[in-house]
Each structure stands twice: as structure tokens, then as C-alpha cells.
């Protein structure tokens, strides 16, 4: 995120604060040209003038204008009813003076919410240049506004709607464009209506759901207490610049000379006495190392003798943040992306003997770090040869701490992350905008705490049903996908369970992603079906089309002498296999330890079994932060991970490779 200066702050927060009191009549950003108004409906129109003006709305589809009185603050707001699906209209506001809004349109308006997985653009999915070349659709209309984070509501920010078009598409947002996920549910929902849709992207990269909250629901549940503690305050400017030259200092001293380079810490015959031993891939965090700062990993590799003289290639997987990567002292690669696989040839004059040694400086500047993707993905292998002469390098390296600044400064009133700061600043200057509905990609950013999240995801719904005003309106949310990199062994399946759970929630939908995940990337590039599949609950049950619409979801067990029998919901069209037998089921019996079993499809259900389970009591379904089902409907939708008991704490015991 790009650091406001404190002068630009504080004139835009004096710009919202007096808006209201200008005399000419002023608009928030969402109402303006190129808008799209939800059909059918009554839609508020709201603005700023001098109190007590009168002010007149003329539109295009009435024959009789509309009035409304300023009130002491200088806010009015009227209603309009909105015809069905159509336009280009015009809407002419007269005050003081007279803003006249051009090429409106009314049709399908939709919220896209959550953090990066719904915030990642166009350009950073897969097919890319296509997907941008082929977006033309000057009926659908995207609304983009300025990032804010405040810890009192804003009324006002920065925003302009935009006709759907190459350029626009891949220009608008703060990574690689508008919203995917967004992007690609209103294009089937446009494609399959054909009225114009309105998206209005609200989305901020790593963010918990607490961000995107009010206060007054915060306080009201006393199991949010521990969050409402962390409500921001108003700071003062000294407070904030103070804050703002601690953390300059900090930055200072994470990029101070590095000991380690200056002590040869890549040199292959350096002193390795006083290091550790760390077992990768996994983040630094995961064992208790919990730092922002520099570490050094080390690993002495002994080579087949036929490989000496060759040139190999050095796969490391994703590194967070960035790496310097040297073989026998020499530098062979550096790679400044979080996310990135490194993939590193190394020279065959490097090679001069069995005996290798490989180091690397990671480098971190906040949340994780380490060499943390799949164990496969590490591995070291001749250049042009088999992947099956590979050598893994999973497992222990040894590793030392080379810079360590201390704990982050916090930049006061500057953290996206705290609770209420983007309902705040980035929901509140929507409402009461008319919309149809919310799509919602969130959730990673609470997997540590996800028993808590079954209860703060639907107060977040209902959060949002209430200000708006607008009854329990559809809000479609995905469930996120597996990945290997997070802190505890369940916590993904648990706030995976969470997300199901919340179905509970009167008109919500979720749309199942683990089939279409990247175990080492927490942002699959596949944002396409996501889409697709956010828009078939909408066709379904917004719309009324007659079509499958969820993948099959748990809804009973039955045991039978030694197996279970496990029904499910949206099996109607019978189940099916991707691949050549049923994964990620696991039993237990009254011992509570879950082995691998044998799944079996058996008409809309599934048969689970184990050899080692003579009386089971219990089973689970890709429960783990990495488990990739390939259970489907006959629809092709996947079903979502389910587990038929509520046992804390319990494990799994290693995959059983005879099924």
C-alpha cells in the first residue's frame, strides 16, 4: 500500500467534512454518469446542498419530477421508482445550481466484496490477455473507488463508474485491474439476462472480516470482545507522524548491511556451528520463529557422481518475500515476489564434485516468511532430465537468524486490518445505494480464529442487510480453496466448515472451490469458475432459473454394521468421480483416530469404510488444509469438506496408500 502523506490526509478528510455544507448541490461518487440503477425498485438518490434547500429530480422514465428538502445538515434524499431493465437515461437534479447525470442505465446491480481473492484483477488470472482483449461490454458498468481506512464512517470518497472495456478493465484497481471474481459473475449474469449489470468492487488484500464491520455489531456480541478491544481511535496528527518516523527507523534497520553476507554465510565451507535446524517448506512462523527480518537457510546436498559436470536446476517453490539463492558460493538466482515459484539453473561449472552445498537469504518485511510452498516443489535435478532422478530437499535445513529490527511499528490510523476501519471508510459511503446483492471472497485472513468465525461471518451479513435496509438480500460468498502454508494443520478445513455452516444464514449461497485451488499459491489464477459458479446461485435462486447451482453438501449419516452411509443435498442428478476412486475420506470408531477409508459411490450416496474400523462412528470428508477431492454431481460442481462429528483436537493418522 502506497503511504499517504499527512497533508493529503488530512485536506481529503476536511473535503468529506465540509462537503455537506457547500452550497451547490453535490452527489457521492456512486451517483454519477454511466451509473446503473437496480430494476424494479424503489432506488435512493441522496446528495448535499444548503439546509433547507429545495431540490428538484427529474428523470428520464417519469413524467412528474420528485422533491426533497435539505435538513439541517444539508442531506437530502429522495426515492425513485426505477422501470425494468434499460436505458441510456438522464437524470437531471436541480439547487442552487444543476448536475445533470448522462448515460444511466437500469438493470442488476451487485456488490463484490472481501480482500486479495476478490481484489485481484483481470490481468493476474489465468488467460489474461484474452480475457482483456474480449472484454467489451459497455452495458456492464464497474465502480471503482478510492481505498480508505477511518476510524469514524465516511459519507464521501473518490470514485467514477466506467463502461467495461479492454481498457478499462485492466486500468481500473490497484492489482492488475478490476476485479476477476467480480468481473467474470456479472458477465454470466449479463450474458444470460441480457440487462446491464453495475459491479461495485469493495475489496482490500489481506483483510479480516472484523475490517468490514460497524462498531455498534462489534460491541453487541459479547463473543467479539476480544475485536472491539482493538477498535481504532482517532489520532492526532503528532500521533501519527510519530508513528510514521518509528517505522521509517524500523525500515532502516531491516535494510541495514546484512552480517551474514559479510561473514560468508553462502561460502560452502563457513562454520556451521551455532545453527539450527528448521524443517521445510513451512513458514518461519509455523515453528515459533516470529519475526519480520532476514533468515538464512543452508543444505548440504551429496549428488549422483554421473551428475558432476552437469547443469541442474534448483527448485525452491514460493518464497516469502524475496530470496537471494547461492550454489557452492556462487550466486545463481534473486526473486523479489512472494508468491513466485524459483526455479534457478545452475552453472555445471559449479558442479565440480558430489559434495554441494545451496544457501539462501529470505528476506521479509511483514506477515509470513519462509520457504514455504509443497514438498515437492523442492527438489534438484539435472537440466533436460526425468523429474524422476530428482533429489527432494524437503525436510531439515539448517538455519540462522541474520537480521532481526524487532517488533513492526504500527502506523497508526494506516492499518487496513483493524476492526470497522473499511466499513468505515470504503461501505459506508455506498449505502443506501440500491443493489440486487453481494458476491463475497474472504476468509483467509480469519483461518486462525475460525470457530470464531461462524459467528462473525453472519453478523457481517446481517451487518450489511440491516444498514442497507433493503430486506435479506442474496449474498453469495466462496468457499475458500485448500493451500499448504497455513500456521495450524485444520485451520483451513475449520474455516472452510465455518463458511458452510454459515448456509444457515437466510438467502446466502456458497460457491466450492477446491478443485480449482493452487495448493502453493493462496490466489488461484482460475478466478473464471469462480465466477461461474457465484452466478449460477444468483441464476438459481435470485432469478429463478431452473439449474444446478451447489456442488452436494452434507446432510446425513447412517451407520450400517461396519460402514457409514453418508447422504447429501444437491445429489439429485446422482454423484460422480473425477479420477479412478473416491479420495479424502477418512473413519473413525469410538477412539476418536481417523484413518484412511475406502468411499464408494452408491446411488446419491457415499459408502465409507476401513478395514481398521470395525465399529465406526464418525467420518470426514477433505478435512485439511490440503486435501483435493474429486467428489461431483453429475452437474460437475464439487462437493464441499463435511465432517459428521464436532471433536476437538483430533488427528489424522498418515494416508493408507492401499485405496
Sequence with gaps: MKKTTFFKTCCYLLLIAVSPLLADVRLPSIIGDDMVLQQNTDVPIWGWSNPGEAVVVQVS???????????????WTINLKTPQAGGPHTITIKGENTVILKNVMVGEVW??????????????????????????????????????????????????????????ISSQGDWAGFSAAGYFFGREIHKDLNVPIGLIQVAWGGTPAEAWMSKETLLLDPDFEPIAKKIPQNYSPEEI????????????????????????????????QGWKTMQLPQTWESTGLWLDGV???????????????????????PIDDKDTTWVNGKEVG?????????EYRIPSSLISSEKNVIAVRVFDSGGQGGIYGA?????????????????????????????????????????????????????????????????????????????QYRKLFPALINNWRTVWKQGDFPFYYVQIAPFNSWYKPFECAELCEAQLMALSVPNTGMAVTSDIGNLSDVHPKNKQDVGKRLALWALAKTYGHDIVYSGPLYKS?????????????????????????????????????????????????VV???DKVKQPVAVRFAWSNTDEPNLFNKAGLPASLFRTDDWPGVTVDKRDPSF
Design 61 to 75: 422514465w417519469l413524467t412528474s419530477p420528485v422533491t426533497a428538502k435539505a435538513d439541517q445538515q444539508g442531506t
Design 111 to 168: 456488490i463484490c466484496a472481501g480482500q486479495s481473492n476478490m481484489e485481484m484483477g483481470i490481468g493476474a488470472v489465468d488467460n489474461s490477455e484474452q480475457e482483456i482483449k474480449a472484454a467489451n461490454y459497455p452495458n456492464i458498468r464497474l465502480f471503482r473507488f478510492k481505498r480508505i481506512i477511518s476510524a469514524e464512517p465516511v459519507r464521501q470518497t473518490d470514485g467514477k463508474w466506467y463502461l467495461c472495456s479492454p481498457e478499462n
Design 241 to 272: 507522524r510519530k508513528s510514521e518516523q518509528e517505522q521509517e527507523q524500523w525500515f532502516k534497520r531491516l535494510n541495514a548491511s546484512d552480517p551474514g553476507e559479510k561473514a560468508g554465510w553462502m561460502n560452502p565451507d563457513m562454520n556451521e
Design 295 to 317: 533468515v538464512w537457510f543452508r543444505k548440504n546436498v551429496t549428488i549422483p557422481s554421473a551428475w558432476v559436470g552437469k547443469e541442474l536446476i534448483l527448485d525452491l517453490g
Design 334 to 342: 534473486q526473486t523479489n515476489s512472494w508468491n513466485a515459484n524459483r
Design 375 to 451: 514438498a515437492n516443489q523442492l527438489k534438484l535435478y539435472p537440466a533436460g532430465g526425468s523429474a524422476e532422478k530428482d533429489i527432494s530437499l524437503a525436510g531439515d535445513w539448517l538455519y540462522k537468524v541474520s537480521i532481526d529490527p524487532g517488533t513492526k511499528p504500527e502506523l497508526k490510523g494506516q492499518n487496513p486490518n483493524k476492526p470497522t476501519v473499511l466499513y468505515n471508510g470504503m461501505v459506508t459511503p455506498l449505502i443506501p445505494y440500491g443493489i440486487r446483492g453481494v458476491v463475497w471472497y474472504q476468509g483467509e485472513s480469519n483461518c486462525e480464529r475460525a470457530f
Design 557 to 605: 449419516m447412517r451407520v450400517e454394521d461396519d460402514k457409514i452411509r453418508i447422504f447429501f443435498n444437491y445429489s439429485d442428478g446422482g454423484l460422480m468421480i473425477k479420477g479412478t476412486r473416491l479420495t479424502c475420506f477418512t473413519i473413525a470408531g469410538s477412539d476418536r483416530k481417523f484413518v484412511e477409508a475406502k468411499a464408494v459411490i452408491d446411488g446419491n450416496t
Design 608 to 610: 465409507v469404510s476401513s
